[in-house]
């Protein structure tokens, strides 16, 4: 959450405008009623929720969740993963741009620490969660880091994805220079590692795999930019304050909030939900440099 937007002068949504628990686990079971199985955490930072492993458990327990998961920006994750995994959490992603403390700082923005989120990595694989790491990659700033943290995940047995840089939001300073398209991403890790790509697991899938010749693993790359997948897109994302967007790029969503709490009935959210994806339109990535509409920030919608 970039700090010269969120400041010590931000003045943030009063609790009664953001979603309670109930009203989240009841957006997870229309969502199951049409087809979903995957339900993410994502924030902004997830584990500064209070009482976040609750939730964890609440929408385990929904009937057709197959799989529930989290991003984290890892700092907080070394107290919570234990609890995490015995609320019912299957996977975490953790946000890691560098293993240079310079560099880490740079691509952060926030001061955190490097070695913070390496604990919380540890200790994440230590109580059995399934871990994955983002690398959002930008020339000039961290394109350095693509083969050494791609060695330590392989020696972590961790699955690293490389994100190319995304103009999400209107705060990141984006610039299409800045953007290491997947082709040479994958050129800098064919210079150390003989892979091969594999078909993806299931319909929709964002990131693009490749398997290591030697069969230590593999990693991916999401390239929004250079190859996008808007076609293709399964992902709604639904926001504290409960509006649902069913575009990472959208600059406003629909406002799912007022249907939980004015429709008792749940056969409501539901028609809800389901007219709001039928009638979808987005393809931004396909469309960038076409139009220019105002975006949504990272921090406020999740990734």
Same mark, same amino acid.
């Given at each position: ?11 943030f949504?009063?609790?009664?405008? !953001?979603?309670?628990f109930?009203?989240m ?53 070394n107290?919570?993963?234990?609890n995490?995994?015995l609320?019912g959490l ?27 989120v390496?604990?919380g990595?540890?200790t994440?694989?230590?109580?059995g ?7 959002? !990659?930008q020339?000039? !700033? ?7 943290l791609?060695k330590?995940?392989r020696e972590?047995?961790v699955t ?6 995304m103009?999400v ?8 220079d ?24 299931y ?24 190859k996008?997948?808007c ?6 994302r ?20 007022? !249907? ?26 396909e469309?960038?440099?076409?139009v220019d ?5 990272m921090?406020?919608l999740?990734?």
């Amino acid at each position: 959450m970039p700090v010269e937007v969120f400041g010590p002068g931000y003045a943030f949504l009063p609790k009664s405008e !953001v979603l309670t628990f109930g009203e989240m686990v009841r957006t997870v079971q229309a969502s199951v009623e049409l087809g979903v199985k995957k339900v993410r955490l994502t924030g902004g930072e997830p584990l500064m929720r209070r009482g976040v492993e609750d939730l964890v458990a609440r929408i385990a327990a929904v009937a057709g969740v197959e799989d529930v998961a989290m991003t984290t920006n890892g700092i907080l994750l070394n107290h919570h993963a234990g609890n995490l995994k015995l609320a019912g959490l299957n996977r975490v992603t953790v946000s890691l741009d560098a293993l240079d403390s310079g560099i880490f700082s740079t691509m952060n923005g926030v001061g955190a620490k490097v070695e913070r989120v390496l604990a919380g990595i540890e200790t994440a694989l230590h109580h059995g969660l399934q871990v994955k790491v983002n690398m959002v !990659v930008q020339r000039g !700033v961290n394109e350095t880091e693509i083969l050494p943290l791609l060695k330590w995940c392989r020696e972590k047995k961790v699955t690293l994805r490389f994100i190319e840089f995304m103009d999400v939001g209107e705060s990141n300073g984006w610039v299409k220079d800045q953007v290491v398209p997947a082709a040479e991403i994958l050129n800098i890790v064919s210079s150390e590692f003989s892979s091969e790509m594999v078909a993806p697991e299931y319909p929709g899938e964002v990131a693009r795999r490749w398997c290591f010749e030697d069969g230590e693993g593999e990693f991916g790359i999401i390239s929004s930019v250079s190859k996008p997948f808007c076609s293709g897109c399964t992902r709604l994302r639904v926001s504290a304050e409960g509006k649902a967007f069913t575009c990472l790029f959208s600059a406003q969503g629909a406002d799912l909030k007022k !249907v939980l709490r004015e429709c008792g009935n749940e056969s409501e959210v539901v028609d809800f939900l389901r007219g709001l994806w039928t009638s979808r339109k987005d393809r931004y990535s396909e469309e960038r440099g076409l139009v220019d509409l105002p975006k949504a920030e990272m921090s406020y919608l999740g990734g």
